[in-house]
């Protein structure tokens, strides 16, 4: 029975192969007990980076480690290969306390784009169920799904309470044997990645001043001449 399963330790999930393809999905909609998961998380528009758990279509996700800390990934999927990656977005629509659900985004390394997952363990399978906490997000916050979907970070991590949806499924599918797929983007948090974009859009703002001053000088260089004659 659920309400009957040890307390979990959630060790840093060490065994996740990042040449493999996985299949992902949650425990209240599957189980380990058949070979295959009937349903998956996968990428429903590609372009807005939108998701959701929907009936098994061929969907996979690779898990790549980043920071050299144990239990620490970053997510493709395969329909969006290196362009894109799992990340953390606001979304005002979302019901749960911090407006927050799982979104592709394009690939940058930030710290919304990491993933600490850890072993949650299994009283029916020898393959276990894992945690999924967004690193910028932090610990406070767990990868959850709605009844039906939308998939959400959820404030109720309270172990005590059986939450399905917060217990992740992983089934390995095919090797990956690419190795463009080891690759791990520039490491950056949040600010750091704001900052960039302020100090770049602030020398690009002093170009255009330094390139419009010197135009009103000679502007007023050309008036100056016109007045000799």
């Known amino acids: 029975m659920a309400d009957s399963d040890p307390e979990p330790n959630f060790a840093p999930a060490t065994d996740i192969d990042p040449n493999v393809w996985y299949q992902v999905s949650e425990a209240r909609v599957d189980d380990y007990a058949d070979d295959d998961l009937n349903s998956e998380l996968q990428v429903t528009n590609a372009d807005t980076g939108a998701l959701g758990l929907w009936g098994a279509t061929g969907h996979r996700w690779q898990f ?5 800390r144990p239990g620490r ?22 019901i749960a306390e911090g407006q927050t ?5 394009d690939s940058h390394g930030g710290d919304e784009q990491k ?12 393959l276990p169920y894992y945690r999924f906490i967004n690193v910028h997000n932090g610990s406070d916050y767990w990868l959850d799904c709605h009844r039906g979907n939308p998939l959400f970070m959820s404030p109720n991590i309270d172990t005590s309470v059986y939450q399905p949806a917060q217990r992740w499924l992983l089934m390995s599918m095919s090797d990956i044997d690419d ?25 690009q703002y002093s170009t255009m001043a330094r390139a419009n001053a010197k135009i009103t000088r000679l502007r007023w260089q050309g008036l100056f001449l016109v007045g000799l004659l």
């Open 101 to 105: 659900q799982p979104c592709l985004a």
């Open 64 to 68: 790549q480690s980043v920071d050299d």
């Open 179 to 203: 190795g463009g797929f080891s690759t791990t983007f520039t490491n950056k948090n949040t600010s750091e990645s704001h900052l960039d974009t302020h100090n770049a859009c602030m020398a």
């Open 73 to 94: 990934y970053a997510l493709r999927s395969s329909v969006t290969n290196l362009r894109k990656q799992l990340a953390t977005c606001f979304n005002e629509t979302e």
């Open 115 to 126: 993933w600490d997952i850890a072993d949650w363990g299994n009283e029916t399978s020898r």
